[in-house]
């Protein structure tokens, strides 16, 4: 072999590692950023585990993906009446997570929605 090959595959060999290494790197960093993602204020339960679901792809969390979910919507719902439920209900599921997490959600916004209804109605009761 001459010098030229053996710098070939050596280089072939450290590229190879470094493709690797970068591949290692790119799922922790995915990992970082789904671990740090915390719903907003305008963003809805579906909407905020769409962004996880897609964070997630590149983080080969193979079987604990669901395990994952769970615990990035109950630690990341920045919602305090939605996340107390959450960490009072025991054996807890992404996909009861996520239900209870959207009931409550609904059960909200048709409080709000309710809200003028019933102060108009309160008002023609105190003028009467």
Known sequence: MSDNEGANQANAVAGGMAAA????LSVFDSQAQTWEETR????????YVAVL??????????DKLKEMLRDRLVCGIAEDRIQRRLLAE??????????IAQ???TANRDVRDLQPTLDSAAGKMQHQ
């Open 21 to 24: 290494m970068l591949g290692t």
């Open 40 to 47: 907003t204020a305008n963003e809805t339960v579906t909407e």
């Open 53 to 62: 679901r897609e964070l997630a792809q590149h983080c080969n969390y193979g």
């Open 90 to 99: 025991p054996n807890m599921t992404f996909e009861k997570a996520l239900k």
């Open 103 to 105: 009931a409550i959600e």
